[in-house]
């Protein structure tokens, strides 16, 4: 490595804590992409006229 940080995932990491859709968030198994991809847990909205 160079000793650079990686840019995205921290810009993402900062939005994702702010979005307030957002429940939680982690880096994904190596077979889903590993650290350079993100599971995202979101809340739940209702929709309108839909009674799930």
Request: with cysteine; glycine share 12%; charged share 25%.
């Given at each position: 490595?160079?000793?650079?940080?990686?840019m995205?995932?921290?810009?993402?990491?900062?939005?994702?804590?702010?979005?307030?859709?957002?429940?939680?968030?982690?880096?994904?198994?190596?077979?889903?992409?590993?650290?350079?991809?993100?599971?995202?847990?979101?809340?739940?909205?209702?929709?309108?006229?839909?009674?799930?």
């Amino acid at each position: 490595m160079d000793g650079r940080k990686p840019m995205i995932k921290s810009h993402v990491n900062t939005w994702l804590r702010q979005h307030p859709q957002v429940l939680g968030f982690s880096s994904c198994l190596a077979k889903h992409g590993g650290t350079g991809a993100v599971y995202i847990i979101l809340k739940r909205t209702m929709m309108d006229g839909r009674d799930e």
